[in-house]
């Protein structure tokens, strides 16, 4: 067909159209050290790369006004994946082969992160991750970290409180992803352990535009509870879908629904969403005895003053993988691959916005289940939900 | 199956069915037109579903979505005198070829005017949450006004093309554009007023889909290739044709979940396209002769 002749073309065009990259280079003495930094800044997972473009600009500007990483300057190479796998592979050997960097940051989703992984363990290049996926950092690989909390401790999250909640058989859908795909899995790994019963599981495109065919499906399954896995827009088309079909079932997310734009979308149907995150965007309502309650606040208000929007979790996770890097190099003296990695190992206790990380030899995530709690959609703002 | 659950599948099927006719009409019209398709169609969905949601906080519901329809005409009136008119010599693949680059061209733009955040549009009438119930099926009151705004974009199209003048031009130009310019007609005007025709009905559709598929800078691209699918399917040119198909393609996704997991349900309706393209390549109303007559 010509119609098909044509989408190659046009898929040709796109590609080469969207290689848009941009480096970030501040003037300071010395040779500066080049990071580099693969989000999706567009694409379907831009929600979640665009907040760490310009978190990880605005924190490099940080560093950089405030001396740099031992006296040298930070300069910032950020290439934009679209959130295709394909592409980030094809970035991280740029970063790695010609700008011979001595860090990569990102990238946004676990697809790519798992993509570029064995990239990163032969160019002898540390790779902090963005994303979530348990995979990237299980096995344990030498230059492989990630700063997100891991989909397992989301899955047992959602558990828990359905067990308080009594809730025994349920839906799990999920956008057909890397993201959803891991989150389902994970769901399906814990249910057993946790006594739930998943009576239907299912996948859909990541750009849905309506779900209310699925959603009849599932509630035909005569669920207690849905729990959707997905960072797209469709996570607040569910949330309407729902209400419209008049589901009763409470709707859980995962920890893609931290970010308020989705609960403007949502609008009314919103109201009452379950979901774990970390502690960020509430971090005005911790009490002050938290160890990260004064990080938290000041990069939310930081990052407000800068972007003016809110700060979602997703550009906190930028910020961590920056500050947890200048601490290794600083430990270091060094950013020689093998000496960082080692000293990120070495980092306990080192207070970030995802949560406090440990890292160790057996442990590149360093997050525990406390880095996370139960949050829920009141009033059109995220708020800690109370447990009963 | 229950009754009940029957009736919501074929409500579901309705939503997608309306949503894809909408946007695939305007497709018809450029095609009638010129003989090319337009690959930027679904960006003038998605023009006319962001400026409407731009506007919306500042005017009335209403007003915004004419001032966004008036916008998006514009674009597109410019986007063919700009661009397409300077290449229409090259022939049609050359047009359509250049209608792809323009699409990618107006998203790049959107992102930087919008960013890459969502963006709704209240629902034209309740809200998110209110639903309607027929016979123990649900959905959103929204979808009435998507049928509603299409029924009637069809039947002013069909008016417009029979009983107006410049309709009659339109229709002239696009069997004989030289035997149409011998009677008077400026061939480059018609075309320049049916990319204007078009664009204004896509920023429609945008306004009318956009609170249920909700409206960000990529989402054209996805509508479009949809609108297109539909557009083909029922015959390429007929806009009544393009109701049905969208209709009948809405029930197959919608049935189809039922055994195929949703992820595929895209997979299921191209199927079905290429079989009906492959047994009747004018599409399931098109007619096989008026089809031979255009030159793409």
């Given at each position: 067909?010509?119609?098909e002749?044509?989408?190659?073309?046009?898929?040709?065009?796109a590609?080469?159209?969207?290689?848009?990259?941009?480096?970030?280079?501040?003037?300071g003495?010395g040779?500066?050290?080049?990071i580099g930094?693969?989000f999706?800044?567009?694409?379907?997972a831009?929600?979640?790369?665009?907040?760490?473009?310009k978190?990880a600009r605005m924190?490099v500007d940080?560093i950089?006004k405030s001396?740099?990483?031992?006296g040298?300057?930070?300069?910032?190479i950020?290439?934009?994946s679209?959130?295709?796998?394909?592409?980030?592979?094809?970035f991280?050997?740029?970063?790695?082969?010609?700008?011979?960097?001595a860090?990569?940051i990102?990238p946004?989703?676990?697809?790519?992160s798992?993509?570029?992984?064995?990239?990163c363990i032969?160019?002898?290049?540390?790779?902090?991750s963005?994303a979530?996926?348990e995979?990237i950092?299980?096995p344990?690989?030498?230059?492989v970290?990630?700063?997100?909390?891991?989909?397992?401790?989301?899955?047992e999250?959602?558990?828990?409180?359905?067990?308080?909640?009594?809730?025994k058989?349920?839906?799990?859908i999920?956008?057909n992803?890397?993201?959803?795909n891991?989150?389902?899995?994970q769901?399906?790994?814990?249910a057993?352990?946790?006594?739930?019963?998943?009576a239907i599981?299912?996948?859909?495109?990541?750009?849905?535009?309506d779900?209310?065919a699925?959603?009849?499906?599932?509630n035909?399954?005569?669920?207690?509870a849905?729990?959707?896995?997905?960072?797209e827009?469709?996570?607040?088309?569910v949330?309407k879908?729902m209400?419209q079909l008049?589901?009763?079932?409470q709707?859980?997310q995962?920890?893609g629904f931290?970010?308020?734009k989705y609960?403007?979308a949502a609008?009314?149907?919103a109201?009452?969403?379950?979901?774990?995150?970390g502690?960020l965007?509430?971090?005005?309502?911790?009490p002050d005895s938290?160890?990260?309650?004064?990080?938290?606040v000041k990069y939310?208000?930081d990052y407000?003053a800068?972007?003016?929007?809110d700060?979602?979790t997703f550009?906190?996770?930028?910020y961590?993988?920056?500050?947890?890097l200048?601490?290794?190099i600083?430990?270091?003296?060094?950013t020689?691959a093998d000496?960082?990695a080692?000293?990120?190992?070495n980092?306990?206790?080192?207070?970030?916005?995802?949560?406090v990380?440990?890292?160790?030899?057996?442990?590149?995530?360093g997050?525990?289940?406390?880095?996370i709690e139960?949050m829920?959609?009141?009033d059109?703002?995220?708020?800690l939900?109370?447990k009963k | 199956?229950?009754?009940?659950?029957?009736l919501q599948y074929?409500?579901?099927?309705?939503?997608?069915?309306?949503i894809?006719a909408?946007?695939?009409i305007?497709f018809?019209i450029?095609?009638?037109?010129?003989?090319?398709?337009?690959f930027?169609?679904?960006?003038?969905?998605m023009l006319g579903?962001m400026i409407?949601s731009?506007?919306?906080?500042r005017?009335?519901?209403?007003?915004?979505?004419?001032?966004?329809?008036a916008a998006?005409?514009l674009?597109?009136?410019?986007m063919?005198?700009?661009?397409?008119r300077?290449?229409?010599?090259?022939?049609v693949?050359k047009?359509?070829?250049a209608?792809?680059?323009l699409?990618?061209?107006i998203?790049?733009i959107?992102?930087l005017?919008?960013g890459?955040?969502?963006?709704?549009?209240?629902?034209f009438?309740?809200?998110?949450v209110?639903?309607?119930?027929?016979?123990g099926?649900?959905?959103?009151p929204?979808v009435f006004?998507?049928?509603?705004v299409?029924?009637l974009v069809v039947?002013?199209l069909?008016?417009?093309?029979k009983l107006?003048?410049?309709?009659?031009?339109?229709?002239?130009?696009?069997?004989n554009?030289e035997g149409?310019?011998l009677c008077?007609?400026?061939?480059?005007?018609?075309?320049?007023?049916?990319?204007g025709?078009?664009?204004?009905?896509g920023a429609?559709a945008?306004?009318a889909?956009?609170?249920?598929?909700?409206t960000h800078?990529a989402?054209g691209?996805?509508?479009?290739?949809?609108?297109?699918?539909v557009?083909?399917?029922g015959?390429?040119?007929n806009?009544?044709?393009a109701v049905?198909a969208?209709?009948?393609?809405g029930?197959l996704e919608?049935?189809?979940i039922?055994v195929?997991?949703?992820?595929?349900k895209?997979?299921?309706?191209?199927v079905?396209?290429?079989?009906?393209?492959?047994a009747?390549?004018s599409?399931?109303f098109g007619?096989r002769?008026a089809?031979?007559?255009?030159d793409?």
């Open positions: 067909m010509r119609t002749r044509i989408a190659k073309i046009a898929a040709f065009i590609i080469a159209s969207s290689c848009l990259t941009s480096a970030y280079a501040a003037p003495g040779d500066p050290i080049k930094a693969i999706s800044v567009t694409g379907s831009a929600y979640l790369g665009a907040p760490e473009e978190t924190v940080d950089n001396g740099g990483i031992m040298r300057q930070v300069k910032l950020v290439k934009d679209g959130g295709s796998s394909e592409k980030a592979i094809s991280a050997k740029q970063l790695i082969d010609e700008e011979e960097v860090a990569i990102g946004t989703t676990s697809g790519e798992l993509a570029i992984k064995d990239l032969k160019g002898k290049t540390p790779l902090l963005c979530s996926a995979t950092t299980s344990v690989s030498k230059y970290f990630k700063v997100a909390p891991k989909d397992n401790y989301i899955a999250w959602i558990y828990k409180t359905m067990n308080q909640l009594g809730i058989k349920i839906g799990v999920a956008s992803t890397g993201f959803g891991g989150g389902k899995a769901l399906e790994k814990y057993a352990q946790y006594g739930i019963e998943i599981s299912e996948a859909y495109d990541a750009n849905a535009t779900l209310s699925l959603l009849t499906k599932v035909a399954a005569g669920v207690q849905v729990v959707n896995w997905s960072i827009p469709a996570q607040a088309i949330a879908n209400k008049k589901m009763p079932q709707l859980f995962s920890h931290a970010n308020i609960v403007e609008g009314a149907a109201e009452g969403i379950i979901f774990p995150c502690r965007i509430v971090a005005d309502q911790l938290n160890p990260q309650k004064k990080l938290l939310s208000s407000k800068a972007y003016k929007e700060a979602s550009g906190g996770h930028a961590d993988t920056l500050y947890i200048k601490a290794a600083e430990a270091a003296k060094s020689d000496k960082v080692q000293a990120i190992e980092l306990k206790g080192f207070s970030g916005d995802g949560g990380f440990s890292f160790s030899g057996a442990d590149h995530n997050l525990q289940m406390d880095s139960m829920i959609v009141k059109g703002k995220f708020a939900y109370a | 199956m229950r009754a009940e659950l029957f074929l409500v579901s099927g309705l939503i997608y069915g309306s894809y909408a946007v695939a305007g018809n450029i095609y009638n037109a010129t003989g090319i398709i337009n930027a169609q679904g960006e003038f969905a579903g409407a731009s506007l919306a906080s005017l009335p519901l209403a007003l915004a979505m004419a001032a966004a329809v998006t005409t674009v597109g009136i410019g063919e005198r700009a661009f397409l300077r290449i229409a010599r090259g022939g693949l047009m359509i070829i209608t792809i680059g699409s990618i061209a998203r790049e959107a992102l005017i919008w890459e955040s969502v963006r709704t549009l209240p629902f009438s309740g809200t998110e209110s639903s309607v119930g027929i016979a099926a649900h959905f959103s929204q006004w998507v049928l509603g299409t029924a039947a002013a069909t008016a417009f093309f107006t003048l410049i309709g009659k031009a339109m229709r002239g130009c696009s069997a554009r149409a310019s008077g007609i400026d061939p480059d005007l018609m075309v320049t007023l049916a990319f025709l078009s664009a204004a009905i429609i945008g306004c889909v956009a609170p249920l598929t909700q800078y989402i691209t996805g509508l479009g290739i949809k609108g297109f699918t557009a083909a399917f015959g390429l040119g806009s009544l044709a049905g969208g209709l009948i393609l029930m919608s049935f189809s039922i195929v997991p949703e992820a595929y895209d997979v299921v309706s191209i079905v396209l290429l079989a009906v393209l492959f009747k390549p599409g399931i007619s002769a089809g031979a007559l255009k793409y």
